[in-house]
């Protein structure tokens, strides 16, 4: 069975911090694994990993994938309170189906 | 501006009744999907459609039916049937066949059965 386990579900840290959520994946021919940032309503995207080892960067963001390992980490540097919000992992598997399969989702809380 | 619309934002049904949620969209998109959301079990998905006229059963799909006989329009019914209603559904949408995956969200509806 097609399975996305992320770590850790919560996470509460201060400005000025360092975070690493974890994304791990065991899924039929893999496709792409992708970031979603949820902080109301819509999750929004924020990047698409296809290749191992290539660093995708947005701001203090940054994401890589291991398709050797099945997984990938999403890092936030010198957070802020706009960056508390859910983080939700996906992986695209074979087919054409266009259909994710998520994980759980890391809540993350950036204290002042 | 372009995206999805889901509608009502909010909704309240008692138990027994069916309910209809609304997604529009006008991407352009040929695949539109529903997704569920329950605390601390990310998104699972109910049903998905690639093309007019055609939907597919997604992983929990007892207890819902959709139609598309629109390009633009894929509305979710929770029937009585569904045990456990009360969540939070995501309409999204994506390019036919959804290339490498990026799916595009509405702002979701909350359903609560009292």
């Known amino acids: 069975e097609d399975k996305v386990v992320q770590s850790p579900l919560s996470l509460v840290v201060h400005e000025g911090d360092t975070v690493t959520l974890n994304c791990s994946y065991e899924v039929t021919n893999f496709r792409s694994l992708l970031w979603y940032k949820q902080e109301k309503k819509a999750p929004t995207f924020l990047f698409m990993l296809t290749s191992s080892g290539i660093e995708k960067k947005s701001g203090r963001l940054s994401s890589i994938l291991d398709k050797k390992e099945l997984f990938s980490i999403l890092n936030i540097t010198a957070t802020q309170t706009g960056d508390s919000a859910i983080y939700l992992c996906a992986v695209a598997p074979g087919g054409n189906t266009g259909k994710l399969i998520f994980g759980q989702g890391t809540t993350l809380q950036v204290k002042p | 501006d372009g995206g999805i619309t889901q509608s009502p934002k909010y909704l309240f049904r008692k138990e027994g009744q069916n309910v209809t949620l609304s997604c529009e969209q006008n991407?352009?998109?040929?695949?539109m999907y529903w997704y569920r959301q329950d605390p601390g079990q990310g998104l699972r998905l109910i049903y998905y459609?690639?093309?007019?006229?055609?939907?597919q059963k997604g992983d929990i799909a007892e207890g819902y039916s959709v139609s598309r006989e629109k390009k633009e329009s894929f509305p979710l019914t929770v029937t009585s049937a569904q045990k456990n209603p009360t969540a939070f559904y995501l309409c999204?949408?994506?390019?036919?066949?959804?290339?490498?995956?990026?799916?595009?969200f509405g702002e979701g509806s909350r359903l609560t059965v009292l």
């Open positions: 999204a949408s994506s390019l036919a066949g959804g290339p490498t995956g990026e799916l595009f």
């Open positions: 459609s690639q093309i007019v006229n055609d939907f």
């Open positions: 991407l352009n998109h040929d695949a």
